[in-house]
C-alpha cells in the first residue's frame, strides 16, 4: 500500500499567487517526521521543510510553509507568492521512526509550474 | 546545511560493463546513507541502505549482486552498477543524515545520470 499520496501530477499557478500541494501519509507509527523537497530540472533534491510527528506547531520556513493535519494524515506544502523559479518537482516523504537509519520513503511528485 | 557530494554527475558506459558511483559526506560523518533510483516522471525509489563497516540492507526486488554497495568509510559509500545494460539507465541518488534524532533531514547528492549503451 502507498505510504505517501500526492494525488497532484501536475498544477498550473500565476505567479504571486498562493500555491496548495496536497500530500497525505499512511503510517501506524506514532513517532514520524514528513519532509518536503523540491526538484528542479537540474535533478538536485532540495530540502525545503520538516514537520515532526509531535510538533504542535505548523513548521514554516520562509515562503513555506506546511499544513500539518495529524487526524487527517494530510501535511500540505503552501508557498506563498510564488515565483517562476519556484517550477520544479515537488516531493513529499516520510520517514518512520526517530533513527538515523530509519529510510525516507518518497510520493510520486507534484510537478508544480509558475505562469508568468 | 551539510554538503553530500556525488560523482560522477553523468556516465555513459557500454553495456556489460561496471560503473561505480561515489557518495561522500564532505563536513560530516555519515554511519547510514541511502541509495535511490529514478526514473524519468517518476519518483525516487529507494535501493538500498550503506551502513558503515557493514553490508547493506537492500529494498525487496532490488539484486544486490547487481547493485554492489561499499561503505567503507563514515564519509564514502559506492555503489556499483555490475554488468550495466540499457535497463540499468536511470538518474542514482544518494542521500545522508548529519545525526539521528528528530528533524535531521537527509542532505541528497547532486545525483548521477546513468546512460547504458
Known amino acids: 500500500a502507498q505510504k505517501i499520496t500526492q494525488t497532484q501530477p501536475g498544477m498550473f499557478v500565476q505567479e504571486k499567487e498562493a500555491v496548495t500541494l496536497d500530500c497525505t501519509y499512511d503510517?501506524?507509527?506514532?513517532?514520524?517526521?514528513l519532509f518536503w523537497y523540491k526538484q528542479p530540472s537540474s535533478g538536485e533534491m532540495i530540502f525545503l521543510i520538516y514537520?515532526?510527528?509531535?510538533?504542535?506547531q505548523n513548521a514554516t520556513e520562509g515562503r513555506y510553509s506546511l499544513n500539518f493535519q495529524k487526524a487527517r494524515k494530510s501535511a500540505n506544502l503552501v508557498i506563498s507568492a510564488s515565483q517562476l523559479g519556484d517550477s520544479a518537482m515537488y516531493f513529499c516523504?516520510?520517514?518512520?521512526?526517530?533513527?538515523?537509519?530509519?529510510?525516507?520513503?518518497f510520493g510520486k511528485g507534484t510537478r508544480l509550474h509558475i505562469l508568468p | 546545511g551539510a554538503v553530500v557530494s556525488q560523482h560522477p554527475s553523468w556516465v555513459i558506459c557500454k553495456s556489460g560493463t561496471s560503473v561505480k558511483i561515489e557518495c561522500r559526506s564532505l563536513?560530516?560523518?555519515?554511519?547510514?546513507m541511502f541509495w535511490y533510483r529514478q526514473f524519468p516522471k517518476q519518483s525516487l525509489m529507494l535501493m538500498a541502505t550503506?551502513?558503515?563497516?557493514?553490508?547493506?540492507?537492500?529494498e525487496q526486488g532490488v539484486e544486490k549482486d547487481k547493485f554492489l554497495i561499499n561503505h567503507a568509510s563514515l564519509t564514502l559509500s559506492t555503489l556499483t552498477v555490475t554488468s550495466a545494460h540499457p535497463e540499468d539507465s536511470s538518474f542514482y541518488i544518494c542521500?545522508?543524515?548529519?545525526?539521528?534524532?528528530?528533524?535531521?533531514?537527509?542532505?541528497f547528492g547532486q545525483g548521477t545520470r546513468l546512460t547504458v549503451v
Open positions: 542521500s545522508a543524515r548529519d545525526g539521528g534524532g528528530w528533524g535531521t533531514e537527509a542532505f
Open positions: 503510517t501506524s507509527d506514532q513517532s514520524y517526521g
Open positions: 550503506s551502513n558503515e563497516g557493514s553490508k547493506a540492507t537492500y
Open positions: 516523504a516520510m520517514r518512520e521512526g526517530r533513527n538515523r537509519d530509519d529510510k525516507i520513503i
Open positions: 514537520q515532526g510527528s509531535y510538533d504542535e
Open positions: 563536513d560530516f560523518q555519515a554511519t547510514t
